[in-house]
């Protein structure tokens, strides 16, 4: 079957290539490029015209053409390209390239992005500056933080002074900025309390199922997700009844902003705001960003200002808080805190496996709520078949279901759900989301699984299609499927390779503890052991400070243009350019005769000068010196005498 599969002859007839046909597949392009991303570069579009080429099955001595053809009418027609204001100075022909760009530029590196993307942040942007909302009276307010005391739900004062703010700001479109555990949960349904208690109404929404059902029983009202709302929007379906009930009261609070992609979150700020209605944001920044374009809670944040929580409530030893804050900004000395405290944990990735599953297995005996995160669902498998196993005891169940992630569940296993189903209700409000965790209570002869809810103890009968198609064991988790998810403590596995934003989102977790378990030993691979890690294997330190300094969060199309327009690295990036220009000047006025003869006085003066790293840098200084009508020579001879080389690394860095 693999054979006949590998040498299948192409049915297919080739696409003809027309202009019409690169003008409608070029705007695919670009579509595809907005549902990924808020910027992008020439290869990005040309991985994608790849993929479009071979869909159609050109020959294979026209596809470079072909693909050529679509990556140019996508960033020309249907992009716009990000660059630095003019500066007025022009290179000479010696400092460009053929292609007649500056050598000081990188080929095809400029950044571009769709009009459709700029329109949107600048629409959020404008959003968030306008004024007129609904604003909740001061007595309801007062009394909706009565009611929080009174429910033995106190709130700190930065909780206090987010429900004050966004209840009576007026403000349209406002932004609340949440690190993780800084008690959202409770501001949110003061906020929510506090409007009702003024005559409005509240909706919630949020960009996952999940997400939505958190919020919803969080401020006791209906939640839903943003993709409902769009989905009606752009296929001109019926609108769902609570969105047909938005108007000038309605405050719609859309919790987790950060991971909304930019077009989804300003068709809805857009839809709301048109019926006279008010938006809150909440969402933390520097969390697991948006799978599409995003980064725009930053220009909100620059241009308008943000509510910001900072005191946080979740970890039960204050220094744990203090420390994942510094972790969420990148500062190397958050990790002081996880290594004295004896978080941070090494071996290779088996070692790594074993030490989180004995930790879950101790915290499970002690009565505590672990969770174990691993960043690959391979390993999240692996964890999950392990816990199954002990739970079990050994002992074979009489009856099992198969499961998506190839493993048998049977009664008591804790499973997840992986797929939004409505029809799959558990309550007049409630039905089956993506990330909801199970325990099975019954298993019938069909393949049905019959389990309750871990959280609300609702419950539900899957049937057996959607059980084998969209439900996997639930006692492990990958890191993107951790946000939102709280636990005693947290056991998580890092292989290095991580983000900043993502190893943030792990050690967070946890309200006691929160531990991080690195691979910082090969798998013993005879072709791996040539790599530099091989030979000098980093600490756990360097690892973390890797990771930290991967900050990989969206960046929006205005924050690019603005970084690109910023005099600090404009007058960088000239300093640069000007020093090297001077020092190829200076090369050309010497002339070939003084350039070898300075190398060959070089090497007199100092064995070996000219190879040393920094000989490059020297030779520039000193043929500028020659430019000024001195001889470079004897200025060399004589700084060779005034410096003490005998134990330099770099004589050339010293000398210069």
């Not at 400070?545 to 007058?571: C, G, M, Q, V, W």
Request: proline share 4%.
């Amino acid at each position: 079957m693999l054979n006949a599969t590998l040498t299948a002859r192409q049915l297919r007839r080739p696409v003809f290539v027309t202009r019409s046909w690169v003008r409608t597949q070029s705007a695919q392009i670009i579509a595809t490029m907005e549902g990924s991303r808020s910027t992008w570069q020439d290869w990005h579009v040309r991985a994608e015209a790849l993929r479009i080429v071979r869909a159609a099955n050109l020959p294979r001595r026209r596809v470079d053409d072909v693909v050529a053809r679509l990556t140019h009418a996508a960033l020309t027609r249907h992009s716009v390209a990000l660059q630095a204001p003019a500066d007025g100075i022009a290179e000479p022909a010696a400092l460009r390239r053929s292609d007649g760009d500056s050598v000081y530029t990188v080929a095809r590196s400029t950044w571009h992005t769709s009009r459709r993307i700029v329109a949107a942040e600048h629409r959020l942007v404008d959003a968030a500056g306008r004024r007129g909302g609904q604003q909740v009276p001061t007595p309801a307010v007062e009394v909706a933080l009565i009611e929080a005391v009174a429910n033995r739900t106190p709130l700190n004062p930065g909780q206090v002074a987010l429900v004050r703010d966004m209840a009576t700001s007026g403000a349209r479109l406002q932004l609340a900025i949440a690190p993780a555990g800084s008690g959202k949960t409770t501001a949110m349904r003061a906020l929510a309390t506090a409007w009702r208690n003024g005559g409005g109404s509240v909706v919630g929404l949020a960009p996952s199922a999940a997400a939505a059902a958190q919020l919803g029983a969080q401020i006791d009202t209906h939640a839903d997700t943003m993709a409902l709302l769009t989905h009606a929007l752009n296929h001109r379906r019926p609108l769902p009844a609570w969105a047909e009930r938005i108007g000038p009261t309605s405050l719609v609070i859309i919790d987790e902003a950060g991971m909304a992609d930019t077009l989804s979150l300003d068709q809805v700020v857009e839809f709301v705001l048109d019926r006279g209605g008010s938006v809150r944001l909440i969402g933390d920044d520097q969390q697991l960003a948006a799978i599409g374009a995003g980064g725009v809670l930053r220009d909100i944040q620059a241009t308008h200002g943000a509510v910001q929580l900072n005191e946080l409530v979740r970890f039960a030893d204050p220094a744990e808080g203090a420390a994942s804050l510094a972790l969420r900004a990148g500062d190397p000395q958050a990790l002081g805190f996880y290594l004295d405290n004896h978080r941070v944990h090494v071996g290779d990735l088996g070692t790594c496996a074993d030490q989180v599953f004995d930790s879950w297995l101790t915290a499970r005996h002690a009565g505590g709520d672990a969770l174990m995160v691993a960043p690959t669902r391979s390993l999240v498998a692996e964890l999950n078949a392990r816990a199954q196993t002990h739970l079990h005891d050994g002992n074979h169940p009489t009856r099992t279901v198969a499961l998506a992630d190839g493993s048998d569940a049977a009664l008591g296993d804790v499973i997840i759900t992986r797929l939004n189903d409505r029809r799959l209700r558990t309550s007049g409000t409630d039905w089956v989301r993506n990330g909801d965790r199970w325990t099975i209570t019954g298993i019938a002869t069909n393949g049905d699984l019959r389990a309750i809810h871990q959280t609300n103890r609702q419950t539900v009968i899957l049937p057996a299609g959607y059980v084998t198609e969209s439900v996997e064991l639930g006692y492990a988790c990958t890191i993107h499927g951790s946000q939102g998810v709280t636990a005693d403590v947290l056991h998580g596995i890092a292989t290095g390779a991580e983000t900043r934003q993502q190893l943030y989102t792990m050690l967070t977790r946890g309200r006691y503890a929160n531990h991080v378990h690195l691979e910082v030993v090969g798998d013993g691979d005879a072709h791996s052991l040539i790599r530099p890690e091989a030979i000098i294997p980093p600490t756990a330190t360097d690892l973390l400070e890797r990771i930290l300094a991967r900050d990989e969060d969206n960046t929006s199309a205005t924050t690019t243009a603005r970084s690109l327009a910023d005099p600090a690295h404009r007058l960088a990036d000239a300093v640069a350019r000007y020093s090297d220009a001077l020092g190829y000047a200076a090369e050309q006025t010497a002339g070939a005769d003084l350039v070898q003869r300075l190398g060959q006085a070089a090497d007199e003066l100092v064995a070996g000068l000219t190879d040393a790293p920094a000989w490059p840098t020297l030779r520039a200084h000193l043929l500028l010196i020659a430019a000024s009508g001195a001889d470079p020579v004897r200025a060399l001879a004589e700084a060779v005498q005034a410096r003490e080389l005998g134990s330099a690394a770099d004589p050339a860095a010293v000398l210069d």
